[in-house]
């Protein structure tokens, strides 16, 4: 699914974001991601997005080779991939269900099944009664619903979320922990970077890696207190 080896992240301006780092992650993995910020987990998760690229090493995720930039390929694998971002990344003045299709629309699906799909995911993360409504309205909250909404629907083999607890209370940050693990099975891997480490003794089990000044310490140890 994921595999890294003596792979880093040396930006254009020369910061050296990623130290050589090795990951093996398997089909079905959760993968929590903490660290202070600017450790490194967002130049992490660009790596697996193929944002950027590994300056040195090989990288491979989705089977697809992520070292050099082969766009087709790059395009393909994205297809498979459901992104949360940290900045939502929502289409202003369109509605819940209009941002949740319009993740879709790259992907080679009916009108039909695009539609089952984003309703379906709707009422997944809990907004099927705001779904017609614009986005522009939505708190931080059910703004970071609409973009787990959005990643799912695309029915993704790897689902990738970049802080998705933000500013939220641990209430509110421990149920999108929760919500993200959930949609995590057999054949979908979910990926997750949080500040909130003292919130993964509630969440459910998973692999937990910190990151510190760009090196991604090792050894992860299982995490993650619910059965
Ligand atoms: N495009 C870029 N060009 C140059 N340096 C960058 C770029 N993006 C990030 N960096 C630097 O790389 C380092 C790691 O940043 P990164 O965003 O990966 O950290 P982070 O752990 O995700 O932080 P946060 O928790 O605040 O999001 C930081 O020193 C940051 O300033």
């Not at 590994?54 to 992520?66: I, N």
């Not at 695309?154 to 999108?176: C, F, M, S, V, W």
Request: charged share 25%; net charge positive.
């Amino acid at each position: 699914m994921i595999r890294a080896v003596d792979a880093s992240l040396i930006y254009r301006d020369g910061t050296q974001a990623l130290k050589p780092f090795n990951l093996m992650v398997e089909k079905g993995e959760t993968l929590y991601i903490t660290g202070p910020s600017g450790s490194g987990k967002t130049s992490l998760l660009k790596l697996l997005m193929g944002i950027e690229f590994a300056s040195t090493g090989t990288l491979e995720v989705l089977g697809q080779s992520m070292t050099h930039r082969e766009e087709g390929a790059i395009r393909a694998m994205r297809k498979r991939i459901g992104p949360v971002f940290q900045d939502f990344r929502l289409m202003e003045g369109r509605s819940v269900y209009e941002n949740v299709v319009l993740g879709m629309r790259f992907l080679d699906l009916s009108a039909a099944d695009m539609k089952r799909q984003a309703e379906e995911s709707i009422l997944r993360v809990g907004l099927e009664h705001k779904g017609r409504q614009s986005v522009d309205n939505l708190s931080w909250g059910e703004c970071q619903r609409v973009t787990i909404a959005r990643a799912v629907a695309r029915r993704p083999e790897l689902i990738i979320a970049d802080e998705p607890t933000g500013n939220l209370d641990q209430d509110n940050a421990l149920q999108i922990l929760r919500l993200l693990t959930s949609f995590g099975d057999a054949n979908t891997t979910v990926v997750i970077t949080t500040h909130a480490t003292h919130l993964l003794s509630m969440v459910p089990a998973g692999r937990h890696l910190a990151m510190a000044s760009g090196h991604l310490l090792q050894p992860s140890k299982e995490r993650g207190g619910r059965p």
